[in-house]
């Protein structure tokens, strides 16, 4: 068994730290098969790389930042988002995307999810939802299944999942989707689609946790939680959200829900402020600075 | 020659089969040898029947596998490869 | 480099330490900054958000203070000076924020306006209760640098002076009013803009791929470069490498944290910033920071009425802590007298620095208002039998 001698290349491997492959993630763990899609969505639009920074909170779906070539963020739990809204709102120029768990953007960060999308701030979220908290090893998360089996709920927890379009929707997202880890093609068009858009998008994926959510759940390994979304995923683009709800073992509904126009929080600020807003370009000995001799 | 192939980093495979599973033609097969970690990485077996669509890149969760296109040679008007 | 005239109301004013706290952050070019509204605090964000718009900034308020103390950091690493502000619970709120701007070393200012505590406690009334937070607040080991003015005159000049100091030492600087310090109306000079004296911020002197991240400089701080320039930056609060990669070992933790404790160490002769005032041959010395120092000073001249021999010392920089200084005046005088408005947090450092040299003398108080000088100047009179 050799690897092939051909110069081909795989396109992913630069938008990759090739020094920080192989990855911390489990075998048939999903969350690399989202990156893939990712990857070639940016890599497929005439996107500034050099201008486009990814913000993780922690989990190990918040360790995508981190094999990316991009400038990256790894920051705490459930915060990413307000780390990203500091990063736009600096320096506007930035493509910001968060990338993040479901317990890091759904519950500990919850309340930064509901307010980035009233506020449409320009980011992109993309949430990897396994319906665990993975890193800590497999305690119930808010998306957990009622009846499923997790470390800190042995009998099952007594509080329903949420739906997560469902609020983001309501919370005000201008795009909002949901694919799974399986929907490699159709999450690269979703990707590629958002990146373009303006306003807060948020894309949900549901995504296989052999080591914690299937194993406990005796669901078997990454595989079988691939090729169950297969068989239950219903591609609904357009549903109302208050659809999409996921009951277990029922239809996943899958697609593109939300993509309406609302004016972003700093072009509505601009707008707002008018005569108010000051431009502040850089100080003008500055640029007499330059060229000077270092006496000066 | 087939549409396509694949390279495959083994050392990177952790031997999850996606690649084996959604490839449309079922070109691949996870081989009974092992990689240094311990893995079985996947190989073809229907290699004539490759196209190189690239699904099983994209599927794989450890950038182990990729699928390209063969260059067509000198393609002559009428001739199929 | 100095000061952005067009941030910079130069003048004299009548204003009050919050008001001159958010002109202090103007003036040392920080044009954005995130909070929470809290009293007695919000004064401070109220006039950013009216100021910064018309300097290219802006203000947002978050949803919370967790949100806030990182979102600053956000639009630091975006290539921005910031800022954030609150009081005791929103405090509380951003420890594990100062963490991250610790380890990332990330320079920011967080400005704590102290009430009464702890929770909700007095929201009006002030108190010097989160003196040991602003050390040890966030878990782990880490250092911060910790100023406490003492009239709106200094809410303003030691505003410049935390952002220096960030910038300088890559670390969270602790901004410690008072609520009388931020309420109090007082005249404040701001200088002209070239008076004001910035240390800009240490950016990468080489280019994408010949640059590593956290590379310590010889002063052991590293240079900078932030999202947008090309770097492709890797900023994580878990232990890290030069290049920011993770690295999940001791011998990785003690290279980081060694170094991190060590650039201020390193810095601590600079660092020791206090006011002083007749140590030569004084029998007792009042040590006093924040609003309690004003309080102290009038306890100092009624002891010295009564032909006592007192000195001053105001810490302006609590942390880090005045050690040396502290050292050798313990080994010259009676004692010792510290009054502040908690029930003997700082104290407790300078009764470790004195090691037993000389007295040591806690004027607690639990706060909600200021200490009677009668009740410091009982513990003087005590210091000097
Ligand atoms: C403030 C805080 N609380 C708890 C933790 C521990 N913790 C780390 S990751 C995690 C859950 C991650 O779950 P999720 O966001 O779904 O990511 P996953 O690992 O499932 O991809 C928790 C609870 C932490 N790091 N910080
Ligand atoms: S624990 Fe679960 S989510 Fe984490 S890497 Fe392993 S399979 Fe993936
Ligand atoms: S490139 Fe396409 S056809 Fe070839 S092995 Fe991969 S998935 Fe199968
Ligand atoms: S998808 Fe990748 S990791 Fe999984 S078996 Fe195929 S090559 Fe190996
Ligand atoms: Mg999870």
Redesign the pocket.
């Known amino acids: 068994m050799s690897t092939t001698e051909l110069h081909v290349h795989n396109p992913v491997e630069d938008l990759l730290r090739q020094d920080r492959i192989p990855t911390i993630w489990c075998p048939g763990c999903g969350?690399g098969t989202t990156v893939n899609s990712f990857a070639h969505a940016l890599l497929g639009q005439d996107i500034d790389l050099k201008k486009t920074a990814i913000v993780s909170?922690?989990?190990?779906?918040?360790r995508v930042s981190g094999y990316m070539n991009l400038d990256s963020f790894h920051t705490?739990?459930?915060r990413a988002i307000p780390f990203a809204t500091g990063l736009k709102l600096a320096n506007p120029e930035l493509n910001v995307i968060v990338y993040?768990?479901?317990?890091?953007?759904t519950?500990?960060g919850g309340n930064h999810l509901l307010h980035a999308a009233r506020r449409n701030m320009d980011l992109m979220v993309v949430c990897?939802?396994?319906m665990?908290?993975?890193?800590?090893g497999g305690?119930a998360?808010a998306?957990t299944p009622g009846a499923a089996n997790s470390t800190t709920t042995p009998y099952g927890a007594f509080e329903p999942e949420l739906n997560i379009p469902q609020i983001v929707d309501a919370a005000g997202a201008c795009f909002v989707a949901r694919w799974t880890a399986f929907h490699v093609m159709q999450l690269e068009r979703t990707m590629a689609k958002a990146l373009k858009k303006k306003g807060f998008r948020f894309i949900e994926i549901l995504s296989p946790?052999p080591t914690y959510f299937q194993r406990k759940n005796n669901m078997g390994d990454g595989l079988a939680a691939m090729v169950d979304y297969k068989k239950r995923s219903k591609i609904k683009n357009g549903c109302p959200t208050w659809e999409t709800v996921l009951e277990p073992g029922g239809e996943i509904i899958v697609g593109e829900f939300v993509d309406r126009e609302r004016e972003d929080y700093l072009t509505r600020m601009r707008r707002q402020l008018g005569s108010n807003y000051t431009e502040f370009p850089p100080q003008m000995e500055e640029h007499e600075s330059e060229g000077c001799s270092k006496e000066c | 020659m087939p549409k396509g192939s694949v390279a495959i980093t083994t050392e990177r495979c952790k031997g999850c089969g996606f690649c084996v599973e959604f490839c449309p033609t079922h070109v691949l097969e996870l081989s009974s040898a092992f990689n240094a970690k311990g893995y079985h990485p996947p190989h073809m077996i229907n290699a004539e029947k490759c196209s190189g669509c690239n699904l099983c890149g994209m599927y794989c969760p450890d950038f182990a596998i990729f699928g390209y296109r063969n260059p067509v040679d000198k393609p002559q008007k009428g001739t199929h490869s | 480099m100095h000061a952005d005239q067009r941030c910079v109301l130069t003048g004299t004013h009548f204003i009050n330490g919050d008001a001159a706290c958010c002109e202090g952050a103007l003036a040392a070019g920080a044009r954005f900054a995130a909070g929470y509204p809290i009293t007695p605090s919000t004064e401070i964000v109220e006039r950013f958000a009216a100021r910064a718009p018309k300097v290219g900034g802006l203000f947002i308020q978050m949803e919370d203070e967790l949100a806030s103390s990182i979102a600053i950091q956000g639009m630091v690493w975006a290539g921005q000076k910031s800022f954030t502000v609150t009081s005791g619970p929103g405090y509380s709120l951003m420890m594990?924020h100062i963490g991250l701007a610790a380890i990332s070393e990330t320079p920011c200012v967080f400005v704590d306006v102290q009430r009464g505590g702890p929770s909700t406690g007095l929201p009006t009334l002030p108190a010097q209760g989160d003196m040991m937070q602003a050390r040890f607040g966030s878990h782990g080991d880490y250092v911060t640098i910790a100023l406490c003015p003492n009239s709106p005159q200094e809410c303003f000049d030691l505003a410049v002076k935390s952002f220096n100091l960030a910038e300088q030492y890559r670390v969270p600087v602790m901004f410690m009013m008072d609520e009388c310090v931020g309420h109090m109306t007082e005249k404040v000079v701001i200088p002209k803009a070239d008076d004001i004296a910035l240390f800009p911020r240490r950016h990468a002197s080489k280019p994408p791929g010949e640059f590593t991240l956290f590379e310590p400089g010889p002063d052991l701080v590293p240079e900078m470069a932030h999202a947008g320039e090309g770097y492709k930056v890797y900023v994580t609060g878990l232990t890290h490498d030069k290049r920011g990669y993770p690295v999940l070992n001791a011998d990785a933790q003690r290279e980081l944290i060694t170094r991190l404790f060590e650039k201020i160490r390193r810095a601590s002769d600079e660092l020791t910033m206090v006011e002083a005032e007749g140590l030569e041959d004084a029998d007792v010395v009042v040590v006093s920071y924040g609003i309690t120092s004003r309080v102290a000073q009038r306890a100092i001249q009624m002891a010295r009425d009564k032909g006592l021999k007192v000195g001053k010392l105001r810490l302006i920089c609590v942390w880090p802590f005045p050690e040396k200084l502290i050292r050798e005046l313990a080994s010259k005088v009676k004692a010792l007298v510290m009054p502040e408005l908690n029930m003997g947090q700082v104290v407790l450092e300078l009764e470790r620095c004195a090691g037993g040299q000389c007295q040591v003398i806690s004027v607690p108080h639990p706060g909600g208002t200021v200490h009677k000088p009668a009740e410091i100047l009982e513990a003087i009179e005590r210091g000097a039998r």
């Open positions: 969350i909170g922690i989990g190990c779906s918040g705490t739990h459930g993040s768990g479901d317990g890091d953007l519950s500990i990897v939802n396994n665990i908290y993975a890193m800590t305690q998360a998306t946790c | 594990e």
